[in-house]
């Protein structure tokens, strides 16, 4: 298993640098125009220019600059044009809102579409099961940008028990922080529900069906023991792995859309602005952030993966 | 004569289907007594694994229609409730199946599945009790290594040692009778005879009145006291082993007969063969069942034969055909391959 | 008369490899551990051997659909060890292979008439009107019939599906056909079907085989000569009634031991004589 981690995480560090190297040779290296322009700005003087020039070492090497950039993003050197603030500060202000909607997003849609793949698949070609397997298909189906301002028109303008936007820090009201949040949870999970609902539902029918299924019930197991520690166990791991990457995805921007439609200033936002402007320092931070959210996730998945399921672990072999 | 531990008695399987009634098990009678060992041959399609499942009440389904009688001493298992069945399972039937490389869970070490086994009827017995009764067993059945190996998984065993280890969660209980649906199938030929000897050793041993499926008549050979030759749900011969061998009455066990090679006989220019193959349980011919496919076939066959016995001295060997014993013994021909009498 | 086929010191070894950043290779599993034998015309070679023993593997590297690690393959007196997909190409018309599980080995999206004619097109042997005469013609002549041409896999048994599978085999006439474990999945009473039908397609075609399989009876039967496989190796070799009746190898006498003995009254005997 130690062994399994270390691989894993030094996987997980090469990774890393090569999504680094890309941002750099994508961003800095293969366009036209000079980086030290791209980085200064549309109203950028040209004295800025010729010192991010000097600063950043356009004129040495390409591993020099490559060092030089990484050197700059993680001395939150790297600052963004209007107004002008180093791009990290920026991010890191971002991630309690960016988070607290992906965490509690997550909760959600982990929770309930577990309860209804569960349902459907004890239940399955019941009408419990056609009446679910509607829902989580509308779930799936109803775009985001679609639910959002529906959702928006009948709680929070209509019925007026629902704020409309915006994110309030957890310190500063709780009750607040909650209120202002419960929509875009619904909003984010109700795709994932459904998703991950059909995913137990056809792990469960087919783990239901294995030999080793029968073998529990011929043991004289009830029916409970044997859904919850055969059927339930085996079936989660495939589900398990999916979030975390669903997870990760997430946490490195895809909520781009909620919190734009609900104005919650998140990386999410954040990412969204600097792209409709075109501001490179920030599309750069947000990449590698991203990048390193996701890679993170992967690894966590693989390690939790190999605890769960053995033969991944120790390799198949036989002895004896 | 001793009282049958299980008797069965006119069981009756059908499922339910999209394209009709499935009657996978149409009348099967049988009793097995304490130390017995009853086999029951067939291919596929034949009925033989429903049976067994349905003894211990795994068939049990929405569209399954279960009729007629299992008693296992004074208890009818047909209509035992959920939970009773599920007290008896493990602990006075046991059954182990066919493919042990997927009859176990991967994910769990594979001493605490059968520590799981002994839990289910003992849920007071201590994880380090059950540890050692799991050791026990694994010396029972051959398992070498066997403190080391209780913490192994499943799939760092090889076929032949699942198999054991099967036989040892069976076994954990102490239960009364064993079923062991086509327990040798899946593996090599070597393993194959140390897991009949296994069987055989714990039925002698152990007084554990056995069920064996299998599709190989080569196997019963070996292990059975009594045989039932099962063909489209049907039983169509019964009788004791040397019954079967030595004086088989109906032409689909002849040809089951037929295609066993003998390593010690000369081979035989042509491999003897049945023509044709099984019915779909959905267009079964009218009258007997064997009817498309058997050389001997005549004008009353389109009556569905009764099983009877028809042999004067052997009242309890029966079978499904409407030959005379003299036509039968006059067509059976089976090339010299296995220990026939000559026709007298 | 040189053999049709000859294999010398046939080796395939599967690497394990472990390492943290970089796999290195530490072992291998030694699969096919120098392996000869030779199969002549219109003959038939049974490779008899257990699960692992390498048998499968070994017609494989044969037919190079896997790269043999070293050895020597000649067919026809000409070494293919090592040859490409596109020179093997005009050799696959004389070799061929027929499969173990009828339900895996046929492609369920195509008609019979297409898996069965495919290689008679791929080849450029006919097409149009009189490929699928010559197909119908090859059905009737596995026991199918002709109308068959139009259905799918799945509306056959495992026992028509593999004569669909030796139909493909033989539609080129290949002068050598490797059967890995044909009968293994199928039903006792259909298994004789199969081989009796091997046999007679032996003698109308003049094919050479390779029969691998772990049941020794049934290889006893269908072969001329036999090799035993243990471990990678084969540790015994002979005609059939020689290995069969005179085993040398202890390995070969505790497989012979092993198959079980359809008769009562000898297996009583056996076991009091312990």
């Known amino acids: ?320 | 004569m001793s009282e049958p531990l299980l008797s069965v008695q006119d069981l009756r399987v059908g499922f339910a289907t999209e394209e009709g009634v499935v009657q996978a098990v149409d009348g099967v009678s049988f009793d097995l007594r304490p130390s017995e060992v009853v086999a029951i041959v067939g291919e596929s399609g034949s009925g033989k694994s429903v049976t067994a499942q349905t003894i211990i009440g795994l068939t049990r389904a929405n569209n399954a229609r279960i009729e007629g009688s299992v008693k296992l001493g004074a208890v009818e298992l047909t209509s035992a409730d959920d939970a009773e069945m599920r007290k008896l399972r493990g602990e006075r039937i046991a059954m182990v199946f066919q493919d042990p490389m997927t009859s176990f869970n991967p994910v769990y070490r594979l001493g605490d599945q059968i520590v799981e086994a002994i839990r289910a009827h003992r849920p007071d017995t201590s994880k380090r009790a059950g540890k050692e009764r799991v050791v026990e067993l694994f010396e029972a059945v051959g398992i070498p290594n066997a403190e080391r190996r209780v913490d192994d998984y499943p799939h760092e065993f090889s076929g032949g040692m699942r198999q054991r280890a099967m036989i040892a969660m069976a076994l954990a209980r102490e239960p009364e009778v064993l079923i062991a649906d086509e327990p040798t199938t899946a593996l090599d030929v070597t393993i194959q005879a140390q897991i009949l000897g296994l069987i055989e050793q714990l039925n002698r041993e152990r007084n554990l009145a056995t069920i064996l499926i299998t599709h190989d008549l080569g196997v019963v050979a070996e292990v059975a006291d009594r045989v039932l030759v099962m063909y489209a749900g049907k039983v169509v011969e019964e009788g004791t082993l040397d019954e079967i061998f030595y004086d088989p009455q109906h032409p689909y066990t002849w040809g089951l007969l037929g295609s066993l090679t003998r390593l010690d006989r000369p081979r035989p220019h042509r491999l003897p063969q049945i023509a044709g193959s099984p019915p779909s349980l959905l267009e079964l011919p009218e009258g007997c069942p064997f009817r498309p496919r058997c050389p001997h076939e005549f004008s009353k066959c389109t009556q569905y034969p009764g099983l009877e016995a028809r042999l004067a001295d052997s009242p309890a060997h029966r079978d499904r055909c409407w030959l005379t014993p003299e036509e039968k013994r006059g067509k059976r021909q089976v090339e010299g391959q296995i220990g026939l009498e000559a026709p007298r | 008369m040189s053999a049709l086929l000859e294999v010398t010191d046939l080796v395939k070894h599967f690497p394990i490899k472990r390492g943290i950043l970089i796999d290195r290779e530490v072992d291998q599993v030694k699969a096919v551990d120098g392996v000869s034998f030779k199969v002549g015309r219109g003959e038939t070679l049974g490779l008899v051997g257990e699960s692992g023993s390498g048998k499968s593997t070994a017609c494989r590297a044969v037919l190079q659909l896997i790269k043999p690690t070293s050895g020597s393959v000649k067919f026809e007196g000409q070494e293919i060890a090592g040859l490409g997909r596109r020179q093997m190409r005009p050799l696959r018309r004389e070799m061929q292979m027929i499969f173990q599980d009828p339900y895996a080995s046929l492609n369920p999206r195509k008609r019979i008439g297409q898996i069965v004619g495919d290689p008679l097109k791929r080849q450029g042997v006919a097409s149009g009107s009189e490929l699928r005469q010559q197909v119908q013609e090859l059905l009737e002549r596995v026991g199918l019939s002709s109308e068959h041409y139009y259905r799918f896999p799945h509306e056959f048994s495992g026992g028509q599906r593999q004569r669909i599978g030796i139909a493909r085999a033989v539609s080129l006439k290949p002068k050598l056909v490797i059967c890995d474990e044909p009968v293994s999945a199928l039903d006792v009473s259909i298994q004789a079907q199969i081989v009796n039908l091997l046999d007679d397609l032996q003698d109308e075609f003049g094919l050479a085989y390779l029969f691998v399989a772990h049941d020794i009876g049934v290889v006893r039967h269908i072969s001329d000569r036999i090799a035993v496989m243990n471990e990678g190796k084969i540790v015994e070799q002979g005609t059939a009634d020689q290995v069969c009746e005179q085993p040398k190898d202890e390995y070969t006498k505790k497989l012979l031991a092993a198959v079980p003995i359809p008769d009562p009254r000898e297996s009583r005997e056996r076991v009091r004589n312990g």
Not at chain 1, 202 to 227: C, F, P
């Open chain 1, 1 to 320: 298993m130690i062994r399994f981690v270390a691989r894993r995480l030094v996987g997980m560090a090469a990774v890393l640098f090569a999504v680094s190297v890309i941002v750099f040779v994508v961003f800095m290296v293969l366009p036209k125009q000079n980086p030290a322009q791209s980085l200064a700005g549309k109203n950028a003087t040209p004295l800025l220019v010729k010192n991010i020039e000097e600063e950043w070492g356009f004129d040495e090497s390409l591993p020099k600059q490559y060092l030089t950039m990484m050197e700059k993003v993680f001395t939150g050197e790297l600052i963004q044009y209007e107004p002008r603030l180093p791009v990290s500060d920026r991010i890191v202000e971002g991630i309690p809102a960016t988070f607290s909607l992906t965490i509690g997003a997550a909760a959600i849609w982990l929770f309930f579409g577990l309860l209804l793949g569960y349902l459907s698949a004890i239940r399955a070609g019941g009408w419990l099961d056609r009446i679910l397997t509607g829902v989580s298909i509308a779930g799936i189906s109803v775009p985001v940008f679609l639910l959002a301002p529906v959702l928006i028109y009948v709680f929070a303008n209509k019925l007026e028990i629902l704020p409309n936007g915006q994110y309030v820090p957890f310190s500063e009201d709780p009750a607040e922080w909650l209120k202002h949040l419960v929509l875009p949870w619904v909003t984010l999970a109700v795709l994932s529900i459904g998703f991950y609902s059909r995913v137990l539902r056809s792990n469960m029918l087919d783990v239901m069906n294995e030999d080793y299924v029968r073998t529990a019930r011929a043991k004289g197991l009830s029916e409970r023991q044997v859904m919850t520690r055969h059927v339930l166990r085996n079936s989660l791991i495939p589900v398990i792995t999916l979030f975390g990457l669903d997870f990760g995805a997430t946490i490195a921007g895809t909520a781009i859309i909620t919190e734009a439609i609900f104005d919650i200033d998140g990386v999410g936002n954040y990412a969204a602005e600097a792209v409709a402007k075109f501001e490179l320092p920030p599309i750069m931070g947000v990449a590698l952030y991203g990048a390193f959210f996701v890679v993170l996730m992967n690894t966590i998945v693989d390690i939790v993966y190999a605890y769960l399921d053995p033969r991944v672990r120790l390799g198949e072999t036989a002895s004896g």
